[in-house]
DNA sequence: TATTGTTTCCGTATGGCCTACGGAAATGGG
DNA sequence: CCCATTTCCGTAGGCCATACGGAAACAATA
């Protein structure tokens, strides 16, 4: 499926939900059975424990007892409320400036890397056209007063920042790309691989890969631990090796 | 919608249609109508015409002027489809092994990124169990190669070969986003921040964001050239900045 | 209490998706 | 001409988002 995005509907009305514009309380009418909030905090279960592709409206309105169409009068579509659960998980970040410049964006990397943990979805959430709430934009902000710290001009601030952002968003998303599959196949990554031994066997060839096979055959790939801690250690090191280019570049 | 992925469907028949194992033409029986060639082209075309979520089993079938239901006996299915169209297009990249480890690693990416900016769709395609095909694996010798020549341990060669694979690919997924999205929604990324001015006049607080309004004063995004362009920009630095680090790493 | 205005709830219907199933159609050999 | 074999594909079941419009609930008023 493809990446789930914001609607073109009314921004004005997406912006005074992202932000929960207090609106006086209706005199008259009806009271409402759901809150935004009660609908969003369904969406992301949801979406935690069987993904994007099963959060659909209908979903939600069972999880929560009334009818599908009831949704709608809370939230304009689905587009919408997948940036509303987008900018409430972002939120849980909770970011504490403290340090020097390079183990805030640290701090950063690694809380942004537990919200993808903690919603496997983020990963077809696209960042491109974001969700403009507090959520984001206090990630942004964050990031951004780290980077103006460390001695680089303001022009090269906003480069290395979506330098940073591509990082930390791609490499979350493919850390995390595994558990999800996992929870939707119902096939664990190690399963999965050792259903395609098959392919070392038949059709591995040792002539056309020489590269590979001289690191196979000089221990490179007789790693301990799981699959998910080998990237962890990557994304680390990914992480410090990008940031040592970053600092290296200001000389 | 969720990333698209390979079926939990027979393995070695997925791979058979991967490297296309040779069989020998059928003596008896109907003639078939199309190839799987034909239909992995015919997907592609879609795909990269209206987007992942627009390639359907039918839209395919229309396109060849077939029945929906002939292609099931070509193709296992829809996710094992995705997994021939990457595999397909990654062989686009054409990879010449030439100058030195660190000119073939910026190669290889410039290659990979042409790749998802003439099949934007890939965004959607999850490279964590990916499609054991020559195109993918053709790839991966020649960075793991260039990586091998650096002067890395072998181990190490590993652990770096995960940060440049994220990186590339993570950053030109979201560097094709943005297109992805102007296709499909019709509306294009300058236009989309151009509807969201009301954010900067009616959300935007100055003292809960001094760090990027202290950039914005300091003309850090007075930038000429579009949106595509700066986007551009970024990645080569992130990418440079990254194998700055990995240099300086060895030492 | 009955009416009225306002708001929310939600059933129905439309048009899309994937794919299991099984029969029809085509083909070449005996 | 028959038949085994292979491919083609119509039908049907069970999902999806959401436009539309009427029913239901509620507060204020008469």
């Known amino acids: 499926m493809a990446a789930e995005r914001s609607g073109g509907g009314d921004p004005a009305r997406t912006l005074a939900l992202l932000w929960r514009t207090p609106q006086e309380p209706k005199p008259v009418g009806r009271k409402p059975k759901v809150s935004v909030d009660q609908i969003v905090t369904a969406a992301i279960a949801v979406a935690d ?14 999880e929560l007892g009334v009818g599908t169409m009831s949704l709608y009068t809370h939230v304009p579509g689905k587009a919408e409320l997948i940036d509303l659960m987008a900018d409430a998980v972002l939120q849980e970040r909770d970011l504490v400036p403290e340090g020097t410049w390079r183990e805030r964006v640290q701090h950063y990397a690694d809380r942004t890397r537990a ?3 903690a919603h496997p979805w983020m990963r077809d959430v696209s960042m491109v056209r974001p969700p403009l709430g507090p959520g984001l934009m206090d990630g942004q902000e ?12 303001p022009r090269q601030v906003t480069v290395a920042h979506v330098a940073v952002e591509g990082f930390v968003h791609g490499a979350a998303a493919s850390e995390v790309d595994d558990q999800q599959l996992a929870a939707t196949t119902g096939e664990s990554g190690d399963s999965w691989w050792g259903a395609r031994q098959v392919f070392w066997d038949d059709y591995f060839d040792v002539e056309r890969y020489p590269a590979m096979t001289a690191l196979w055959n000089a221990g490179a790939y007789d790693t301990e631990g799981t699959l998910a801690e080998n990237m962890h250690r990557s994304w680390n090191y990914g992480l410090d090796r990008l940031l040592d280019g970053i600092e290296g570049g200001m000389r």
Not at 49 to 55: C, D, H, I, P, T
């Open 49 to 62: 424990r069987e993904g994007l592709g099963a959060m659909s409206m209908a979903r939600v309105a069972q």
């Open 115 to 117: 919200v993808y943990q």
């Open 142 to 153: 964050f990031v951004l007063a780290a980077l103006a710290d460390s001695g680089l001009e």
